[in-house]
């Protein structure tokens, strides 16, 4: 286990010490514009990954009656006055978000060695997206309270300067300024659920407060916890109706931006709920549950009815991360096995497939100046066949085509809503998942209509202008793309890969409600 603890520190080191490589480049004229400030965050990036990997064996193993069975451990004194503790681990609920982390990072670096936006400077593009990856990966494998919330703020800043900065002009900034005032409210709330379970314990250890399930803490207490871990869970998520600022950042933020939010940044809140919130506060969770299922299907319904009004396709993509995030609450909500392995699956799914389709309409954004589909018009098929090709498997992954990846979260947090929690109403379930099936009718629709709008109908003039040409995909591209694509077959064929993975350890996370 020496290794294995020398492997997940390494795991934060390595793109810290990248992070403040770049600092220093990007200071100095020379080497901020450099080909090392290009190609030294692929190398970081990649030996990431690497130890993400490596982190694999054994993951999935049954806990000997713990209720985390983190591998790879380190437990090491940090602030003694308070308790807090450098204790960080992972098992089989966070090591798939650590991969799909290390991997968009990765893809993403790779990319901007050929594709910066405006005002470029590589040198502090790529310090700040090494500096998310940090923050990103150190609430994964965060085992203290304290540590974890450090960590879950680390993110804002590095993404609100990738918005403001290389998103470009006064929209991009106002954009940055409203995600960074709506997460930092989030983050009081987070920051309230986590005093009120300190003061209530006395110690900020996740795995202890795991194991207790809530003992010690008032009824009272708990549900007002959870509620406010819950409203700054949401807000990071972002879940219905605190999702107002996502669409914003999105539509203005630059490609490798939108693709780290959304296949990464916004699994911190669902990812919270399942590793704090659930088997610390197991009271809160089940009195809040039924509150919880009706804002996720509020969400589904409300974020698909948005994007079929949608006239800018970044826009448009960013509304149905809201539904698809509302699948992932939903799973969540039903305080089930199923249920949470769905939403873990539907994370990653989630992950692979939205960030491959920002990906896409940021390589039609490069190309064309735009992505307001009024504007492209149709027939990005007969133009680009081979990006056109990618939209469509993309698309219909995302609307849930059974055999790929979008398919099985959304399937089996359907199921667990047939069956919930025996503490919860079948029949309140029962009416949610009908009406979330509404909301997968109408997910369908709107893909469709993005597909008949941008790829598929015929090479039409749009008012009086006609797009032109462009090249079709590049090397580059292809290889940021391609490992997305293709996890996104394998992991629609073959959801064990995930499921493998999470299923023991949820099982023991959530024996707390059998109590």
């Excluded at 698309?395 to 047939?418: D, I, K, R």
Aim: proline share 5%; with cysteine.
């Amino acid at each position: 286990m020496r290794g294995g603890r020398t492997v997940i520190v390494a795991l934060l080191l390595l793109p810290l010490a990248g992070a403040c490589l770049l600092g220093g480049m990007a200071l100095r004229p020379s080497t901020s514009d450099s080909a090392a400030a290009r190609w030294i965050p692929v190398g970081v990036t990649a030996a990431t990954l690497g130890l993400a990997l490596a982190l694999l064996p054994g993951t999935s193993a049954p806990g000997g009656g713990r209720v985390i069975a983190a591998r790879h451990e380190t437990d090491l004194s940090w602030i003694p006055a308070i308790g807090a503790r450098f204790h960080v681990g992972v098992d089989g609920v966070s090591l798939p978000l650590v991969v799909l982390t290390a991997l968009l990072t990765l893809l993403c670096t790779v990319l901007t060695t050929r594709s910066l936006p405006a005002p470029g400077r590589p040198a502090a593009f790529n310090g700040l997206v090494l500096l998310l990856e940090v923050g990103l990966l150190g609430t994964f494998v965060a085992l203290d309270l304290v540590l974890f919330f450090v960590a879950f703020e680390v993110v804002l800043a590095p993404m609100y300067f990738l918005i403001a900065v290389w998103g470009g002009g006064q929209r991009a900034r106002h954009a940055a300024v409203k995600f960074i005032l709506y997460t930092l409210l989030g983050s009081v709330f987070v920051a309230v659920g986590i005093l009120s379970v300190y003061a209530a314990t006395g110690t900020f250890d996740v795995v202890a407060l795991s194991e207790r399930g809530g003992a010690g803490i008032a009824h009272g207490t708990q549900v007002l916890a959870f509620a406010a871990l819950f409203v700054g869970f949401a807000v990071k998520s972002p879940l219905w109706p605190l999702h107002t600022w996502l669409p914003d950042a999105h539509t203005e933020a630059p490609t490798v931006g939108s693709v780290l939010l959304a296949g990464v940044l916004l699994k911190m809140g669902t990812y919270g709920l399942i590793r704090v919130a659930l088997p610390v506060l197991p009271e809160g969770a089940r009195a809040l549950a039924p509150a919880l299922g009706g804002l996720a299907v509020a969400g589904i319904v409300v974020g698909s009815l948005c994007c079929l009004v949608q006239t800018d396709a970044k826009r448009l993509i960013a509304y149905s991360s809201v539904g698809h995030m509302g699948f992932v609450l939903l799973g969540i909500a039903t305080l089930t096995p199923t249920g949470v392995n769905a939403a873990l699956l539907g994370n990653v799914a989630h992950g692979l497939i939205t960030g491959l389709l920002f990906f896409l309409i940021g390589g039609v954004k490069e190309r064309y100046g735009t992505a307001d589909l009024r504007v492209l018009g149709s027939g990005l098929a007969e133009r680009l066949p081979r990006l056109g090709a990618l939209f469509v498997l993309a698309s219909v992954a995302s609307l849930g085509l059974p055999g790929l990846a979008g398919f099985w979260g959304e399937a089996l947090s359907l199921l667990a809503s047939l069956r919930p929690a025996p503490a919860l109403s079948r029949e309140l379930f029962a009416v949610l998942l009908a009406v979330a099936a509404v909301g997968t009718a109408i997910t369908t629709a709107y893909f469709l209509r993005l597909l008949k709008a941008l790829v598929l109908g015929p090479d039409v003039r749009t008012g009086d202008r006609r797009v032109g040409a462009a090249p079709d995909v590049r090397a580059v591209e292809l290889a940021a793309w391609v490992p997305l694509v293709v996890l996104t077959v394998v992991v629609g064929l073959y959801p064990r890969l995930v499921l493998g993975l999470t299923d023991a350890p949820v099982r023991a996370l959530l024996e707390v409600f059998s109590r």
